[in-house]
């Protein structure tokens, strides 16, 4: 086995030179004649009521043919304009031959609207419809795609747009949304089922972590870690940012790959509103826009305080609003390279459209550090970071009653945190001391005030775990088949902390209840829906339990979801 994968990974490594260089020069890339069918351009849809089909539909996004589950026929699915205070009622027919469902990302309502099979409903049978309604009370950048299977990964997805009831406090001309996406020829059956046979599939820089904390159980961690040639085996696995690459991956933004570009017009002085929205499978994208500064005025939909930037890390199921002001008469790149370098998604700001700007190069990888694994500062080596600021940020005036949850360490849980920091005001890896104002949770404070919030009545802690060597992923340790749903009490005000014991970023989302990060400002908690937990590290958030059901709760990576997923019920 051991000799099978290895050469593998060498195969691998070929493959993935010569599929990132064709990437980087748009060899293969050049699909903007559709042989196999014009797919239909994204478009717009609003009003109160909205039909969507969900049909298997032959697209040619790579170059090469493939299918798509698509959403009128659309590669983005339409996007739904709805304005606050309406009722919405979406007809949602499926066309497919398998079960299906859409979930709307980041909105209030009912659980039985919220579209999550085996949860929320039963989902959507092969030739049925499904009618939603409920009351949109939240304005701002928000998103759906389906909950069923890997069908996320093959295109059901697009934006939602929520008009607010009062004028919005920023002022702008021009409205786009920028949504990102992985797309695959192949079938996301296919990827899975190699994760899980050789994990380190798409990733050929992933090498010895398993091996090396091996070594700490059986030594300790302090003479795994002397042992400086356990480090130097360590650095060979140091890069370890992503499971799934641009080897498979073509990275889309607006459903346009980066030879065809997706294309948004500016004229001199105009103030230019992008509403980023990642609705990629599993890719974080790290964005830009060389020359400009993105001003930040909305995070997951909730209007911020604004902050300037020069880049920002957004994770999967996130979304950002920024304002930007081109002033010059030029192209300008909107540059969203994923965390792992291998690829990237391009987009092309200007007054005309027949003007391209020049793409910027990818940055080099970063490896992970100390820090990244949960180890202490000093021994991370990170002397430019002052963590300390991070951890006290989240310092509590008093403390709160935990309760205690069942835990399992085994097989299962091959890597631990053993000294897991608030890490806010950490860009994260690849983003560190290069140069550019990068975006941190740290600087997220809302608009509206928190400072009225109820103190919380208790805590969780939540530890996401794995085993990257056998591709197992869950919650304290205990995968989602086997674990028994969270309680949360109905009006209770819950703060809930993760620890990250993987090497990995999880991306979380609680459906159905706002969770309030903690990043410092007791009175301008940010209101978000996905909260990025990075490697080796810990955060904490609350939650105002005010809305009774069953919801789902997970990571938003669509290959560790299925185990790294919870119930809540809220009784
Ligand atoms: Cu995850």
């Known amino acids: 086995m051991k000799h099978n994968?290895?050469?593998?990974?060498?195969?691998?490594?070929?493959?993935?030179?010569?599929?990132?260089?064709?990437?980087?020069?748009?060899?293969?890339?050049?699909?903007?004649?559709?042989?196999?069918?014009?797919?239909?351009?994204?478009?717009?849809?609003s009003g109160t009521v909205f039909h969507l089909t969900i049909d298997k539909t032959l697209v040619n996004v790579t170059g090469e043919p493939s299918y798509a589950t698509a959403v009128n026929a659309m590669l983005q699915g339409p996007t739904l304009k709805w304005r606050e205070g309406d009722t919405v009622t979406l007809h949602v027919t499926n066309n497919l031959q398998e079960s299906s469902s859409i979930h709307w990302h980041g909105i209030i309502l009912p659980y039985q609207m919220d579209g999550v099979p085996g949860i929320s409903y039963e989902g959507i049978a092969p030739g049925e419809t499904f009618t939603y309604t409920f009351t949109v009370n939240q304005s701002g950048t928000f998103w759906y795609h389906s909950h069923s299977a890997f069908q996320e990964q093959t295109g059901v997805y697009g934006a939602i747009v929520i008009e607010p009831k009062e004028k919005d406090p920023y002022e702008y001309d021009r409205d786009y949304v920028v949504l990102l996406s992985d797309y695959s020829d192949e079938k996301p059956a296919t990827i899975y089922r190699k994760l899980k046979l050789f994990p380190d599939?798409?990733?050929?820089?992933?090498?010895?972590?398993?091996?090396?904390?091996s070594e700490v159980k059986t030594k300790g961690f302090l003479e795994?870690?002397?042992?400086?040639?356990?480090?130097?085996?360590?650095?060979?696995?140091?890069?370890?940012?992503?499971?799934?690459?641009?080897?498979?991956?073509?990275?889309?933004?607006?459903?346009?790959?980066?030879?065809?570009?997706?294309?948004?017009?500016?004229?001199?002085?105009?103030?230019?509103?992008?509403?980023?929205?990642?609705?990629?499978?599993?890719?974080?994208?790290?964005?830009?826009?060389?020359?400009?500064?993105?001003?930040?005025?909305?995070?997951?939909?909730?209007?911020?305080?604004?902050?300037?930037?020069?880049?920002?890390?957004?994770?999967?199921?996130?979304?950002?609003?920024?304002?930007?002001?081109?002033?010059?008469?030029?192209?300008?790149?909107?540059?969203?390279?994923?965390?792992?370098?291998?690829?990237?998604?391009?987009?092309?700001?200007?007054?005309?459209?027949?003007?391209?700007?020049?793409?910027?190069?990818?940055?080099?990888?970063?490896?992970?550090?100390?820090?990244?694994?949960?180890?202490?500062?000093?021994?991370?080596?990170?002397?430019?970071?002052?963590?300390?600021?991070?951890?006290?940020?989240?310092?509590?005036?008093?403390?709160?009653?935990?309760?205690?949850?069942?835990?399992?360490?085994?097989?299962?849980?091959?890597?631990?945190?053993?000294?897991?920091?608030?890490?806010?005001?950490?860009?994260?890896?690849?983003?560190?001391?290069?140069?550019?104002?990068?975006?941190?949770?740290?600087?997220?404070?809302?608009?509206r005030s928190t400072k009225e919030d109820r103190y919380p009545d208790r805590e969780i802690v939540l530890h996401l775990t794995g085993n990257m060597e056998r591709y197992m992923w869950s919650i304290n340790g205990i995968p989602y088949h086997e674990a028994a749903p969270l309680e949360f009490h109905y009006g209770e005000r819950l703060r809930i902390t993760y620890i990250n014991d993987t090497m990995m970023n999880h991306p979380m989302h609680l459906h159905g209840l706002w969770s309030d990060l903690e990043t410092g400002d007791e009175n301008h908690l940010v209101r978000k829906h996905t909260i990025i937990s990075q490697p080796g590290s810990k955060i904490s958030f609350r939650v105002t339990v005010d809305a009774k059901g069953a919801w789902a709760y997970h990571c938003h990576l669509l290959y560790h979801m299925t185990d790294m997923f919870r119930k809540v019920v809220v009784a």
């Open 201 to 213: 599939y798409y990733n050929f820089n992933r090498r010895t972590v398993g091996d090396f904390f």
């Open 224 to 447: 795994a870690f002397k042992a400086r040639q356990m480090w130097n085996k360590m650095r060979m696995s140091d890069r370890d940012l992503s499971d799934v690459t641009a080897y498979t991956y073509t990275f889309l933004m607006n459903g346009q790959n980066p030879a065809t570009r997706f294309r948004a017009l500016f004229q001199n002085g105009d103030k230019v509103r992008l509403r980023f929205i990642n609705a990629a499978a599993m890719t974080f994208f790290d964005v830009r826009i060389p020359g400009l500064k993105m001003k930040v005025v909305a995070a997951d939909g909730n209007n911020i305080q604004p902050v300037d930037v020069d880049e920002f890390r957004i994770g999967v199921a996130e979304t950002y609003d920024v304002i930007v002001e081109p002033e010059d008469d030029k192209a300008y790149a909107i540059f969203a390279q994923s965390i792992a370098r291998k690829g990237y998604a391009l987009g092309n700001l200007s007054t005309d459209a027949d003007i391209l700007a020049e793409v910027p190069q990818m940055d080099p990888p970063q490896a992970l550090t100390m820090l990244d694994m949960g180890m202490r500062k000093d021994m991370a080596q990170m002397k430019s970071m002052d963590m300390s600021k991070g951890d006290s940020m989240s310092s509590l005036k008093k403390p709160i009653p935990l309760t205690k949850l069942p835990i399992r360490w085994g097989v299962g849980t091959t890597m631990r945190a053993m000294n897991p920091q608030y890490r806010l005001d950490d860009p994260g890896v690849g983003l560190r001391n290069n140069g550019r104002k990068v975006l941190t949770y740290a600087d997220l404070r809302s608009l």
């Open 5 to 45: 994968k290895h050469s593998l990974s060498r195969r691998t490594f070929v493959k993935g030179v010569v599929a990132s260089g064709a990437m980087l020069y748009g060899i293969n890339l050049n699909a903007s004649t559709d042989t196999v069918k014009k797919r239909k351009k994204t478009e717009e849809l």
